[in-house]
Nanobody, 125 residues
Framework: VQLQASGGGLVQAGGSLRLSCVISGYTYKYWDNGWFHQAPGKEREFVAAIDYSSGRVFYADSVKGRFTVSRDNSKMTVYLQMNSLKPEDTAVYYC???????????????????WGQGTQVTVSS
């Protein structure tokens, strides 16, 4: 199982970025996917998740209305469109996959199954 994230970079506050996560090595369509971020000196936090069967999406309160998670099954890729970026969004962003959506949305349900490498997002003020 491999998850390859890309699309990070440096952007001014108010700008946009789109992160991509290409997934390979398993039956992609049966896994739920999520995005997390980790700022310097802080723990990794949930950002967004998408359910493979229903397409339902879930967001952290801090990104609701600004970020959109989506999937393109034909490309085996999950996206995170980030708009109206703020300096506090600066972090390393990770994509993840698990067969249990609950584990992506909350650490109360156990560790996430698979992680990709991170991609740095830096938002300047």
């Amino acid at each position: 199982v491999q998850l390859q994230a890309s699309g990070g970079g440096l952007v001014q506050a108010g700008g946009s970025l789109r992160l991509s996560c290409v997934i390979s090595g398993y039956t992609y369509k049966y896994w739920d996917n999520g995005w997390f971020h980790q700022a310097p000196g802080k723990e990794r936090e949930f950002v967004a998740a998408i359910d493979y069967s229903s397409g339902r999406v879930f967001y952290a309160d801090s990104v609701k209305g600004r970020f959109t998670v989506s999937r393109d099954n034909s490309k085996m890729t999950v996206y995170l469109q980030m708009n109206s970026l703020k300096p506090e969004d600066t972090a390393v962003y990770y994509c993840a996959a698990d067969k249990e959506l609950s584990r992506l949305v909350s650490s109360d349900y156990g560790p996430v199954g698979h992680w990709g490498q991170g991609t740095q997002v830096t938002v300047s003020s």
